[in-house]
């Protein structure tokens, strides 16, 4: 809800997920989908506006027949056929003639006059007394837009590329992919009405350095585009024409910042090593080929996680080996000999794929997804192991499998990736025969089985963002449980204690590449609890380093030993916050 407070000032509040304060402009999306624009059509051009209508018709055919096919193998052919009345709204010849009849003798665009038969039919039909005919207005207003989407070349309102004034963006929702493409220069910051932090469209910005907050429930539906905001990425706050007394205090915010992002450069290049010796591996998290160079800019030691999928989406076709080998060999090589861990396809929960025919499911988390998906689909996995085999000859590559749930699909992944390694053999085509190959441990049952994939395993990875969600039954991407999301839950404490208890019985290192290792209040829990590397994204990688340099292990084990004995996530919450804070207060001077 939002805060009225000073003088026509307006302020939204909403969870910070990439740090930041950006001014500007307004853009909300979803709200200028209603005008239509109205052109007069030269005699001479009439034929060519009779056949982009045709060629939107036939689009949008193919659009709807997707869409049904993916609601009819994900919820059942009865909810498919939903569609069917949309598809005969593609078919009506009466309403179709119209149209052409009103674009050659109005002389007018054929958006216009797509728009002006089908609101005519459609608003007839919605004043009947007859709830049948009611939803066919319904179904011929919802054809309608698709149809003038298709005619305005409108994919999703506004194309993100081709914005030519810095904004910030406000919307419902923005995908993970639509968020990949974002650009810095045009796009200032971004926030959403819906979301969590650990959602992949928060994980994309704080990549990207977009100043993002998410969960500001309604606000998309109450701002206009133009309307001057300030957004505070650090607090979680969107305000409406800021006072000066705000932009003032914003002022001080943005210079203790910049004085912390000094003392961040001098240690750049410096070991992450802990007042008493203690040597931490710091690595980075990445998404795409091009994010190496942002790797060692921060001063991380190389890749802790490197999240294949963003290969594959926003594309039509699925990446082959040759060009997934070149993208894999492209980070590895610019950062050799630091190693890059790889993680297979984690395609499903928030990242879908168009090409790649994933139906709709109900719950996407919990279904097909990852390794499961992987096992599946053996051509998907074969051709991207066999990639990943080849950069290994290039570099320190290691290799990790997603969403492990037990033994069973441990053995069978490693089955397919010894077939691979048999084909290669033959084929004569070097890879690193001893490449290491661990799991992301990121389900409960992975913890409570840990000790059996320890001794087949190289590694463990946590992936905190899915234990958290899996364990405490909390959607990472659900604003309204955002508050149950809490990393500092003693079952969250005592399963990474367990993995690291498994991962040391085995000889095995253990790793968190999960955003709890982006969090500089919960690095000592997590040093102090015995994990041997923190992966984060790059912008947040000075930060954490700033920290462990600033830090005694004697005293994170202390705080860990607290935490394994606490019974309540708010008190170890802000036990971890008092510590840090008292350790390294300039991290956390940006904090309102
Ligand atoms: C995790 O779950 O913590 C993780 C690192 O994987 P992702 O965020 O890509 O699901
Ligand atoms: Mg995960």
Redesign the pocket.
Known sequence: MPEPAQKGETIFRGIPVSAGVCRGKILVLGKSQTAVPRREVAEAAMAEEISRLEKALILTRQQILEVQRKVSTGMGAEEGGIFDAHLLVLEDRTLLDEVIRNIQEANVNAEYAFHVVAEKYASTLAAIEDDYLRERATDMRDVTARILNNLMGRQEEVDLKKLTEPCIIISYDLTPSTTAQLDRKTVLGFATDIGGR?S?TA?MARSLRIPAVVGLKGASNQLETGQNALLDGYNGVVIINPTDQTLFEYGQIIRKQVSLEEKLRDIQAKPAITLDGHRVILSA?VEQATDAEEVRANGAEGVG?F?T?FLFINREVTPTEEEQYRAYRQVVAALNPEPVVI?TL?LG?D?FLSHLQVPTEMNPFLGWR?IRYCLQEKVVFRTQLRAILRASADGNVKMMY??ISGLEELNQANAVLETCKVELRAEKVPFNENMEVGA?I?IPSAVLVANSLAKRLKFF?????????YTLAVD?MNEKVAHLYEPTHPAIVRLIKATVDAARKAGIWVG?????AGDPVLTPLLLGLGVDEL?AAPPLVPSIKFLIRRLKMSEAKVLAEFALNCESAPEILARCQEFTREIAPSLFEGKL
């Open positions: 650990t992949h994980i998290n996680l999240r999928e993680r984690d929960g990242k990852a997603p969403m992301m990121e990875s946590l992936g905190t963002n899915d234990l958290i969600q990472r968190v590449c999960g955003e709890m992966s």
